[in-house]
């Protein structure tokens, strides 16, 4: 299995709903990113979990809370969003944070928050 | 931090002609330089990349060349063919991995047949 999984593929939420992202990947990867991707836009970096401990937090607001429950796993929990977080979610993982071995990029999920 | 300026942003030629895309990037300490491709409505995908102590890296129609000089770097895609199609992203880091890979802008090519 050489895929990052995403669910859902799409999301529609209000300012005031809280959901959760998710993302599974069982290729063995030690590392784990959450990448935010606005239209016509490069990836942006979220966070990073390395070997499960959370290693990068690009200062991302704490409406957005990345949890990894175990090495195959990634959640982000979403609470209280503005419009504008609506966006490209993509999860990505790759051997190690620290080596140069390919990202391995999900397919994303699309957030619309109305 | 770092900084990567990609150009052009949108690029169309000839099926068959070549086609390359510069970035530049800011901070002389990154020595890691992937190349990530993204068709519409899919996903990145690693298609190249290059370390600092190498200058040229090719695989079949695809190569990079970096210029640690000139902090500049370029993909170069011969013989295009309309799959080449896509938006191409450059990128860079520092510790040759993948943690905080800064990318570039992008770079829309379009492969008229």
């Known amino acids: 299995d050489t895929e990052v999984t995403q669910t859902p593929k799409h999301l529609v939420m209000g300012m005031t709903n809280k959901k959760s992202l998710k993302c599974e990947q069982h290729m063995g990867h030690r590392a784990m990113y959450w990448y935010k991707q606005k239209a016509k836009k490069p990836p942006e970096l979220m966070f990073v979990y390395s070997y499960e401990k959370l290693s990068i937090n690009e200062s991302v607001p704490s409406r957005f809370s990345p949890e990894c429950p175990n090495s195959s796993l990634l959640n982000l929990h979403l609470h209280a969003l503005q419009p504008e977080d609506s966006a490209l979610y993509l999860c990505a993982s790759s051997q190690d944070r620290r080596d140069n071995s390919p990202l391995h990029f999900g397919n994303g999920t699309r957030l619309t928050v109305t | 931090g770092e900084n990567v300026e990609q150009h052009p942003s949108t690029l169309s030629v000839q099926e068959g002609d070549s086609a390359v895309i510069k970035c530049t990037y800011s901070?002389?300490?990154?020595?890691?330089f992937p190349w990530y491709k993204q068709e519409l409505g899919k996903r990145p995908q690693l298609i190249i990349d290059?370390?600092?102590?190498?200058g040229e890296k090719k695989d079949q129609r695809i190569a990079v060349t970096l210029n640690k000089t000139a902090k500049h770097f370029s993909l170069h895609i011969t013989e295009t063919q309309p799959e080449d199609s896509a938006v191409y992203f450059c990128?860079?880091?520092?510790?040759?991995?993948?943690?905080?890979?800064?990318f570039g802008t992008g770079t829309r090519l379009t492969i008229i047949p």
């Open positions: 901070d002389s300490a990154s020595n890691y």
């Open positions: 990128a860079a880091s520092k510790n040759f991995g993948n943690e905080k890979l800064t």
């Open positions: 290059i370390r600092s102590n190498v």
